[in-house]
């Protein structure tokens, strides 16, 4: 009896330990194929993406202490403006990520623009700047809200020039900053300035560690979301280190888009510039990062929400409508690209 007793023991002891064998190598199985998934999809990404630079360099406006030092003043001043209601800064606001968030913004003497301000931050990158790409960079882009009737308003670039020549600190400041140059204070390098101080607004998030190869650095509805984001398409317009600002590309390529926004008045994007039919509608796909600040969104600032963004460029540059958890995958995605904004860039220069 008590030799049966043992050989039954000894039999469910072994078969237990066969279960626990089978169940560990099942959860390991799982476990590799997890990991074979997750490192794919990082893979695939950093083919996509790049992380964000430290810098944007512009091999035709070096960036030096001095000039930064000078852009970041100019960019906050309001003697940029006709009455002096208006800096690059208001506008595009280094405390809310760069913008205003306002649909669209008011100039000097109080009216609207007809277009939402763009975030500065990571702007530099883009191969255009403005909503339909007529200026190269952030230098030739940088002097031109300054002599628009409608944004900062001043007569032309030597009243500027005048203006800023009687403030003696302005002059020295010039002369630090373009040192090999006779007559320094030139509305060029006015742009110049501004322009190195912009190429210094790079900012850093999360999702730049992910790309470096910390796979831990997005959570599971995170990575969710990047792979709905790539399997979808969304790469075509939304790719790169800025993740956009390389394409112009037609808003309503399969749904004609004020009949998804409350566009207060139909804007022919390139087409007003060009007068090319097949410019209409196109405009320029904006840099994804910092996204979840920089609402409202499109061209004409008509949508506050992230979620219902994400839908209507699915509905038209996709032809198709994402699922519920699609669109609050995507989301979550896209709150990975927010980063936090130092102190140091946010804070005001004392003005000379």
């Keep these: 009896m008590k030799h049966t007793v043992l050989i039954l023991s000894i039999f469910t002891m072994l078969f237990t330990a066969c279960n626990d064998d ?40 070096a960036i030096t202490d001095a000039k930064v030092k000078l852009g970041k003043i100019l960019y906050f001043d309001t003697r940029l403006s006709k009455e002096g209601n ?40 883009h191969r255009t700047q403005f909503w339909d790409g007529r ?23 030597t009243s500027v020039i005048k203006r800023l020549s009687k403030i003696e600190a302005y002059n020295k400041m010039f002369a630090q900053a373009f040192p090999s140059e006779k007559n320094p204070m030139t509305y060029n390098n006015l742009k110049k300035a501004i322009g190195a101080f912009e190429r210094t607004l790079i900012t850093t998030d999360k999702f730049d560690k992910y790309l470096a190869g910390d796979a831990s650095a997005l959570n599971e509805q995170e990575k969710k979301g990047l792979n709905t984001f790539m399997s979808k398409g969304c790469t075509t317009c939304h790719s790169g280190a800025a993740m956009g600002g390389d394409l112009l590309m037609k808003f309503g390529i399969h749904k004609n888009y004020t009949e998804l926004m409350d566009s207060v008045v139909v804007d022919d994007g390139l087409f007003a510039e060009t007068k090319l039919e097949k410019d209409k509608f196109v405009f320029k796909a904006q840099s994804l990062r910092n996204v979840e600040k920089t609402w409202p969104y499109f061209h004409d600032g008509s949508v506050k929400n992230l979620k219902e963004a994400v839908q209507i460029m699915a509905k038209t540059e996709l032809g198709q409508e994402f699922s519920e958890e699609e669109i609050n995958d995507v989301v979550a995605f896209l709150k990975t690209l927010t980063a936090n904004i130092s102190e140091d860039v946010k804070t005001a220069p004392e003005l000379p």
Excluded: I, W
């Design 86 to 125: 208006q800096s690059c800064n208001t506008c595009h606001n280094l405390t809310t990520y760069g913008v205003d968030n306002l649909p669209t913004s008011p100039g000097d003497n109080g009216g609207l623009g007809t277009r939402n301000s763009p975030t500065v931050f990571n702007a530099a990158l």
């Design 135 to 157: 200026a190269k960079d952030v230098e030739e882009q940088a002097g031109m809200p300054v002599t628009n009737p409608v944004e900062m308003a001043m007569p032309d670039e």
């Design 22 to 61: 089978a169940r560990k190598t099942d959860n390991d199985a799982k476990a590799d194929s997890l990991k074979k998934v997750e490192t794919a999809l990082l893979e695939q990404a950093q083919k996509v993406f790049k992380v964000l630079p430290k810098l944007a360099e512009n091999t035709d406006n």
